[in-house]
T-cell receptor
Framework: QQQVKQSPQSLIVQKGGISIINCAYE??????FPWYQQFPGKGPALLIA?????SEKKEGRFTISFNKSAKQFSLHIMDSQPGDSATYFC???????????????FGKGTHLIIQP | DTGVSQDPRHKITKRGQNVTFRCDPI?????LYWYRQTLGQGPEFLTY????????KSRLLSDRFSAERPKGSFSTLEIQRTEQGDSAMYLC????????????FGPGTRLLVL
């Protein structure tokens, strides 16, 4: 059972454009939703994260939009740059609810290419 | 550099051999996590520790896998009788519970089982 579904699998965006990646989750107990960026041969690095009590969070060129009723969240990268070319993963966990279920559940990833 | 470190970075072994990986978390972090990532997939949670206590294990963690964190600092992940399906990147992450929820990942150990 895939608890976090991510789309698209790959995405090509022109430099300066907006990159949009979507995720949907099933477990309503999830209370923490991070996005990670991963370059080849490296571990994932946190990009931005949101809790379900807010509908949007913005940090620089990166914005998370969160729809609790639809159990969906998305990452928007504004003014996309070639250096943003990487694989992006959405994830979810029960970071705050305790009960020992603290591991992150990841989506399958989106391979983003920003064309100059 | 005070980030999460993992050793070795690469490991090639023959099927049936045992392998052990080490993870050194960020020094003050009391939670330590192990994940497995296969090519083209997202990381999959294996297990995590709070201090020296192993609090959660995924059903992906077969009985050939064992993880320890004996003094609540570094951790080891051992795979016994390796199989070709164990070939993957093994990632370690750490965080400080009760405050920031961010898990910081290490560079991973890439395992190839021949």
């Amino acid at each position: 059972q895939q608890q976090v579904k991510q789309s698209p699998q790959s995405l090509i965006v022109q430099k300066g454009g907006i990159s949009i990646i979507n995720c949907a989750y099933e477990n309503t107990a999830f209370d923490y939703f991070p996005w990670y960026q991963q370059f080849p041969g490296k571990g994932p690095a946190l990009l931005i994260a949101i809790r379900p009590d807010v509908s949007e969070k913005k940090e620089g060129r990166f914005t998370i939009s969160f729809n609790k009723s639809a159990k969906q969240f998305s990452l928007h990268i504004m003014d996309s740059q070639p250096g943003d070319s990487a694989t992006y993963f959405c994830a979810a966990s029960r970071a705050y609810s305790g009960g020992g279920a603290d591991g992150l559940t990841f989506g399958k990833g989106t391979h983003l290419i920003i064309q100059p | 550099d005070t980030g999460v470190s993992q050793d070795p970075r690469h490991k090639i072994t023959k099927r049936g051999q045992n392998v052990t990986f080490r993870c050194d978390p960020i020094s003050e972090h009391n939670r330590l996590y192990w994940y497995r990532q296969t090519l083209g997939q997202g990381p999959e949670f294996l297990t995590y520790f709070q201090n020296e206590a192993q609090l959660e294990k995924s059903r992906l963690l077969s009985d050939r896998f064992s993880a320890e964190r004996p003094k609540g600092s570094f951790s080891t992940l051992e795979i016994q009788r390796t199989e070709q399906g164990d070939s993957a990147m093994y990632l370690c992450a750490s965080r400080l519970s009760g405050q920031k929820e961010t898990q910081y990942f290490g560079p991973g150990t890439r395992l190839l089982v021949l």
